[in-house]
């Protein structure tokens, strides 16, 4: 799947992935979509005009999206909560702010992946938190989490959050 993607081509896109990456580099750090839409999605859109943000606030009954959530927690994850406790984002980020607001206090440890996106990196230091890298290692035949890194570094430095 990779092999079908042409880094020129990509930089001749005008988003801010492949225009600020330095030639030779290959910018991971953008959740931009490197592959063009599949058809049956292109079609789906094209039939429904408005690509807005929904009304659901101002009228609940019409969100899908709790209830599909938790259908999908219990199915999956054997995890069984109440729809309504479902707290809705349009943005990850603001997600992110919002866990460590109610799960942690300044000073605490947060582990995170990297590399990330850089803002969830400017997050966890404006919020005064402590991060914790949990960084890639090459194991020889491709790149993985060091789990017992991860572990250790949950122990000595108190972690209070982990991104997943």
């Not at 600020?20 to 490197?34: C, E, H, I, N, Q």
């Not at 209830?67 to 909560?81: K, L, N, Q, S």
Request: charged letters at 25%.
């Amino acid at each position: 799947m990779f092999d079908q993607l042409d880094p020129d081509d990509l930089r001749q896109r005008p988003g801010v992935k492949w225009a600020l990456a330095d030639p030779g580099v290959l910018p991971a750090w953008v959740a931009d979509m490197d592959f063009t839409a599949p058809e049956a999605v292109r079609a789906a859109v094209a039939r429904h005009a408005d690509l807005g943000y929904p009304r659901w606030d101002e009228r609940p009954e019409q969100n899908p999206l709790r209830e599909a959530f938790a259908e999908r927690m219990a199915t999956r994850h054997g995890v069984v909560f109440d729809p309504a406790h479902v707290r809705l984002f349009t943005e990850l980020n603001q997600a992110l702010q919002a866990v460590l607001y109610v799960a942690t206090e300044p000073g605490d440890a947060v582990a995170i992946h990297t590399p990330t996106y850089p803002p969830f990196l400017d997050t966890v230091h404006g919020m005064g938190r402590r991060l914790v890298p949990i960084p890639l290692a090459d194991n020889g035949s491709g790149w993985v989490f060091d789990v017992a890194r991860l572990a250790a570094d949950v122990a000595r430095h108190g972690v209070r959050a982990l991104d997943a």
